[in-house]
T-cell receptor
């Protein structure tokens, strides 16, 4: 069975500061890794994913995440955040080759302050 | 851009009543999911559905729950006799699965409140 731990429930940060949202996972099989974002009153949106290949993956809005197999981590980073990045961020895993179900972490609320 | 829709956005019901949560997946998608999030807790997988049958279900998805794709467009989650602990946000997702992986698209959720 898989599990995902997001170590921080809330991360307050000032605008234009860097941020890192931490995610660790546990699995006995190979997994795909994801970060989803949820803006207020909206559904979950895929931010970025790691399937294979380069361990550093990037989103179109400046976020990046690095898959570290030895540390079983997939931390999300952004060098300079904007007010509009304020949202709930969820890390998730999925077994390679299974039905596609996602196992989520608890979520981290990113609060960007002016 | 195609999107997953869910109705109602908020459902209030009395304990013991039946509720049906509705989802309209993206039209050419083949795989469908329900997840739920109890306030302050993780988003949890409930069930996956493909080719008109359940592919996988979690321990949460007991005999009180059922899913259906009654007309080729809607995808519904029924809770036969609601309990207080069923109060949660319920998310529907759909996926095209043209290869080993494809993105799951989520709806905005239905907030279920059981009194």
């Amino acid at each position: 069975a898989q599990s995902v731990t997001q170590l921080d429930s809330q991360v307050p940060v000032f605008e234009e500061a860097p941020v890192e949202l931490r995610c660790n996972y546990s699995s006995s099989v190979s997994v795909y890794l994801f970060w989803y974002v949820q803006y207020p009153n909206q559904g979950l949106q895929l931010l970025l994913k790691y399937l294979s290949g380069s361990t550093l993956v990037e989103s179109i809005n400046g976020f990046e995440a690095e898959f570290n197999k030895s540390q079983t981590s997939f931390h999300l980073r952004k060098p300079s955040v904007h007010i509009s990045d304020t949202a709930e961020y969820f890390c998730a895993v999925s077994d390679i080759g299974n039905t596609g179900k996602l196992i989520f972490g608890q979520g981290t609320t990113l609060q960007v302050k002016p | 851009e195609p999107e997953v829709t869910q109705t109602p956005s908020h459902q209030v019901t009395q304990m013991g009543q039946e509720v049906i949560l509705r989802c309209v997946p993206i039209s050419n998608h083949l795989y469908f999911y329900w997840y739920r999030q109890i306030l302050g807790q993780k988003v949890e997988f409930l069930v996956s559905f493909y080719n008109n049958e359940i592919s996988e279900k979690s321990e949460i998805f007991d005999d009180q729950f059922s899913v259906e794709r009654p007309d080729g467009s809607n995808f519904t989650l029924k809770i036969r006799s609601t309990k207080l602990e069923d109060s949660a946000m319920y998310f529907c997702a759909s996926e095209g699965r043209e290869g080993p992986y494809n993105e799951q698209f989520f709806g905005p959720g239905t907030r279920l409140t059981v009194l």
